[in-house]
């Protein structure tokens, strides 16, 4: 008997391989990284030639490497569900053990601002730039996290929408599918990288959506927003400050606010070692990031320690991911 289709179980397994070499490979990046910014054990000219091949063409590809790998196991996933669908005698209705099933296909939400940070970068690059998570809290409750590209880093985020969000203007079209896509008066977090920081704030300052938590990595802080919020900056990385000045309510953003208790300022790996902001503002969120859930946890930083119980809110199963299109359509 020929059988059309895939063994699900076969494809999330494959899934979950193809996660586990993307964070062997993750976490050899930045083995990598220490030792190539290691400036003791090789000096001079060519030394400096290397690094900057290194951080420019050689880190781009082993993140590109990294990208495809989870990409493609989030292709596995959706095959799988969909054969899942296809397979059952309920053509596909809903029920609380098809929720429980559709779980299974994603990792749980993270509740540390390093598993946040590579979300975001995992954004697909053709897309609006904007990701819609929905979460099953261990309290039963659906609640829904966004994630927000920064400028470039998919087709919907261009500089020019980087000028107007350090306005204060809201992306109507996307702001329109996330209402779409998110219930009435659910519990919201936005996290945001550089523009998709100020995108993030923007939204959470309009009212439009029930957000209860905000996370920036390297973007200007509005100095109006009433809402829980924890905005990393890394020493050196010029983006947070670069809306200083301009009309708006960014208008007083620096890169650190002294009397703003959610900025939380410190040293890169890639700033220790000297290398230009650009490359600070690409590269050195990871490796601060996890300095910040170190701080956290161990409860060496008071104030970082506070700010996390926000984040655990958020914390369960993932049972249901939309990358919203460029034309700001999306659905479950």
Known sequence: MTVIGADPDQLRATANQ??????????????????VSNATIWRGPDSERFRSEWNGQSVSALNGAITALREGAEVLRRNADEQDNASRADGGTGSQSSVKAAALCYEPAPTSLSGMWNEVQDISKESSGYRVQKIIGDDGVERYIVYIAGTNAAEGQTGLDAMWAAQGRLDDDELAALEGLIPEGAEVMLVGYSQGGMDAQNIAASGRLNVQQVVTFGSPVRGDLDVPAIHLQADGDGIPGSAAGMPGPYFES??????????????????????????????????????WDNAASQGTDARAAEAAGGLSKF???????????TKGHGSW
């Not at 193809?18 to 030792?35: C, I, M, P």
């Not at 620096?254 to 790996?269: Q, Y």
């Open 18 to 35: 193809f996660v586990q070499a993307a964070d062997r490979l993750e976490g050899s990046l930045k083995g990598l990284n220490s030792f």
């Open 254 to 291: 620096a890169t650190a606010i002294e009397d703003n208790s959610s900025v939380f300022s410190g040293a890169s790996d890639i700033g220790r070692t000297g290398f230009n902001a650009g490359a600070i503002h690409a590269n050195g969120y990871g490796g601060l990031s996890e300095e």
């Open 315 to 325: 914390g369960g199963d993932v049972v249901g991911q939309v990358d919203i299109d």
